[in-house]
């Protein structure tokens, strides 16, 4: 049987065309997949990482919150600790300031009349350290050098006047919580009233071995 060259040119453009067809529909079946695939992918991964991010926030706010708290527990006890060692220093204080008044009465007045009992100056002076001071002067100042009685005290106790006389009005000042120096002035022979030319000089400390106060130095003349 003869087979004409046209119908064999027909046969291969139908072959062709189905060919092309074929291949047309698989990349577009690719392409589908593809396109299908990739949302599936998207949605997937952010279903995972939001619950994990907001554990983590969850545990960032806790561990935050925690922090908070032993931060404030720590403010409170420190506070309570203040609070605790300031009433008993102002419990202290004020044992000291009864030593002080009672004591005080005791020491014998200036011929010019009684002691000025100044709670304030004393209570000035670190009361309760090892070795503490308070300056007696009269009620009445007749001239600008009145007589003066300096006691000392150890951890608020009294324990005695620096001299059994009075004195000259000292400067007192401290060098440490046991020791003090205090210096007087006075006048000599001949010196005007207000320039005086005398000079003392005495360093008092308290020592925990004889228990007692230990002075260094001289003492103004009567």
């Known amino acids: 049987m003869k087979v ?11 072959l062709a065309s189905v060919v092309v ?11 589908n997949s593809q396109a299908t695939d990739q949302p599936t992918s998207e949605v997937t991964k952010s279903s ?3 619950p994990s991010s907001e554990n983590a926030a ?21 506070q309570t600790a203040a609070q605790q060692r300031k009433d008993q220093e102002s419990g202290t204080d004020n044992i000291a ?12 007045p200036p011929s010019s009349g009684e002691w000025d009992i100044d709670l304030s ?58 020791t003090i120096n205090v210096n007087w002035k006075w006048s000599k022979p001949g010196d005007p009233l207000a320039e005086k030319t005398g000079r003392s000089f ?12 230990v002075m260094e130095g001289e003492l103004p003349p009567d």
């Open 58 to 78: 969850a545990s960032e706010d806790s561990s935050s919150g925690a922090a908070e708290s032993d931060e404030q527990d720590a403010d409170s006890d420190n």
């Open 4 to 14: 004409s060259s046209s119908h064999v040119v027909k046969g291969i453009a139908l």
């Open 121 to 178: 100056s004393f209570l000035e002076n670190q009361p309760c350290a090892a070795l503490s001071w308070a300056v007696l002067v009269p009620m009445k100042i007749v001239d600008g050098s009145p007589p003066t009685q300096t006691m000392l005290f150890h951890n608020g106790r009294f324990i005695k006047t620096v001299s059994q006389k009075t004195t000259y009005s000292p400067d007192v000042s401290r060098v440490d919580d046991s």
């Open 21 to 31: 067809l074929a291949g047309c529909n698989q990349g577009g079946d690719n392409d």
């Open 97 to 108: 300031a009864r030593e002080y008044q009672d004591h005080a009465a005791e020491v014998p």
């Open 202 to 213: 005495a360093t008092f400390r308290w020592d925990d071995q004889s228990e007692s106060v």
């Open 48 to 50: 995972i990482a939001t």
